[in-house]
């Protein structure tokens, strides 16, 4: 049935938001450069490889050793009113209708975070991976990552249909408010390193 909602909500949403995205689009080629999507292997159910799509909201500036500058320094203000909005995330309809995510579900995550989980942590891959998931309904990058994980799992354990409603509900709200998007004084999530288990 969870399949068979994703197809139904993900299909129509796709062909109603692409006149955006393809305006969207459009603006990061002339903003940005190319390319215009970004793609990055994630982890998807049981831990399964997947090629995560968005839309590309950072600049690839580098060192002068070609490493990538600092988020705070690649994301413009044209990157941050998108993903303020979501904008960058509607190419993801396109994972959720390869079966690479569902539109509910954890967020999938680094490849190289897959080591550092606890037994427990790692249960969020029990679940296909989603747009949008219950952590990001109360909190998103506001929170820290234990409590992440902890919503995950939480969700993972008591996911319903019903739920999933629930939180889709929140989730517009949430993205109409532009809540959650920076944790701190970092524009994104800063980066996982493992659980402090002292």
């Known amino acids: 049935m969870k399949r068979l909602f994703d197809l139904l909500v993900a299909i129509p949403l796709l062909l109603l938001f692409l006149p955006i995205m393809g305006v969207v689009a459009l603006l990061i080629k002339l903003k940005l450069g190319s390319p215009i999507i970004f ?3 994630r982890p998807g159910l049981h831990e399964k490889p ?7 909201s950072m600049t690839d500036e580098r060192d002068s050793e070609g490493n990538l500058l600092p988020d705070a320094i690649r994301l413009t203000p044209f990157g941050q009113f998108l993903r303020k909005y979501s904008l960058d995330e509607f190419l993801q309809l396109v994972n959720v209708i390869k079966g690479d995510l569902s539109l509910v579900g954890p967020r999938p995550l ?4 897959l080591p550092l989980y606890t037994e427990e942590q790692a249960k969020r891959h029990l679940v296909r991976p ?7 309904v109360h909190g998103r990058n506001a929170i820290s990552w234990e409590e992440k994980f902890k919503l995950d799992i939480w969700y ?3 996911r319903s249909f019903m739920l999933d409603l629930k939180i889709l509900a ?5 993205v109409l408010k532009s809540e959650g998007v920076s ?4 524009v994104t999530m800063e980066k996982f390193s493992g659980s402090n288990l002292s």
């Open 183 to 186: 944790h701190g004084n970092h």
């Open 110 to 113: 680094l490849m190289d975070y």
């Open 156 to 158: 993972v354990e008591n």
């Open 170 to 174: 929140m989730t517009v709200g949430k």
């Open 130 to 136: 989603g747009i949008t998931g219950w952590a990001q």
């Open 39 to 41: 793609k990055q292997q």
């Open 50 to 56: 997947i090629l995560l799509l968005k839309l590309r």
